[in-house]
């Protein structure tokens, strides 16, 4: 009986023998690849740093001074936004909790739009950048109308226009305009509805305002409820302001919610996003436009006491 050929054995060297080697083309080296336009950028900063010094006068201030707090006092860049929310809610909202939410919402996306199809690719659906324009622009100057409502400017253009171009009255023998001031006080800021709303009002006795009928809303003590000094602690007393409440965390929440459901609902209706990747690139982009309008409002125009105005960093010639 013949015996079985035994199959052909790969030689010993061919065996063991790695992967072929790249050719040089198909190689990034650190040096050159990579050192030299290191190198390149590091020079073409350092010549524009110095074109700048030269050419711009910029504000050369005191030498830094820890007991000395300048005015204003901003966060770095990336930070402006959260300071921006700063101002607007409850430091606790906007410092903390916002930005928690922020980044949870941020990786749940990959969650929420679980559709393998066009998976990987950057706007590939039919809709994408129609959703990434709306969503930008709604984002962007949707942010800036809320600041400015805000910060009482709707009232302070009311004002303005008023006086130049409303009805003049003739009273004893003087032109006066008939509108001269914002005719509801507490809805110039979220502040003056804070303090200002005839229910929950403080009395005032020179401007012969009286208290509003639910002014005690102002100030409710919970010491009996928040009994610290059972676990220990130093007693502690504590009150809370439904007014503030609302104001600075009922308010901002309804409105960071709200807004981009609404936004969303209107999308939908007009067959703008009918997926959910067409929804999540709508909400992403109006983060990012969002985010980017806090930024430059919080750099460029937030002046002395962040007051809302034109802010620079340069000297006055």
């Known amino acids: 009986m013949a015996a079985a050929q035994p ?7 061919e065996a063991v023998r790695g992967r072929m080697r790249r050719q040089r083309e ?9 050192v030299f336009i290191e190198f390149i950028s590091a020079v073409v900063f350092t010549v524009l740093l110095l074109g700048l010094s030269v050419m711009v006068n910029a504000v050369l201030l005191d030498q830094a001074n820890p007991a000395v707090t300048p005015n204003p006092s901003k966060a770095p860049w990336y930070f402006l936004n959260l300071q921006e929310l700063l101002l607007h809610m409850n430091p606790a909202l906007a410092g903390v909790i916002v930005p928690t939410i922020a980044l949870i919402a941020l990786g749940a996306i990959p969650y929420w739009d679980n559709d ?14 129609a959703n990434v324009w709306v ?51 507490w809805l110039r ?38 009994r610290t000094d059972l676990l220990g602690l130093p007693k502690m007393g504590m009150t809370i302001s439904v007014p503030e409440i609302i104001s600075q965390q009922i308010i901002p929440v309804t409105m960071m919610i709200g807004l981009p459901c609404l936004l969303s609902l209107f999308a939908y209706k007009r067959g703008l996003s009918l997926t959910k990747r067409d929804h999540m690139i709508l909400q992403f982009s109006g983060f990012i436009a969002t985010y980017v309008m806090l930024t430059i409002v919080g750099t460029y125009f937030r002046g002395e006491g962040l007051l809302l105005g034109p802010y620079t960093i340069f000297a006055e010639k």
């Open 116 to 129: 393998h199809e066009g998976q990987g690719e950057w706007l590939a659906t039919p809709r994408a950048w």
């Open 189 to 226: 800021t979220t502040r003056d509805f804070q303090n200002f709303f005839p229910l929950w009002r403080h009395a005032d006795a020179n401007a012969g305002i009286a208290a509003g009928p639910l002014e005690w809303l102002n100030e409710i003590k919970l010491d009996g409820l928040m």
């Open 7 to 13: 199959a052909q054995a790969q030689p010993a060297s």
């Open 135 to 185: 969503g930008s622009a709604v984002g962007a100057l949707g942010t800036l109308l809320l600041i400015f409502v805000d910060d009482g400017q709707h009232a302070k253009w009311y004002e303005y226009f008023a006086n130049k171009v409303g009805v003049v009255a003739n009273i004893d023998g003087k032109a006066n305009p008939l509108f001269h001031a914002f005719p509801v006080q």
């Open 26 to 34: 198909e190689e990034l080296l650190v040096w050159p690849d990579l």
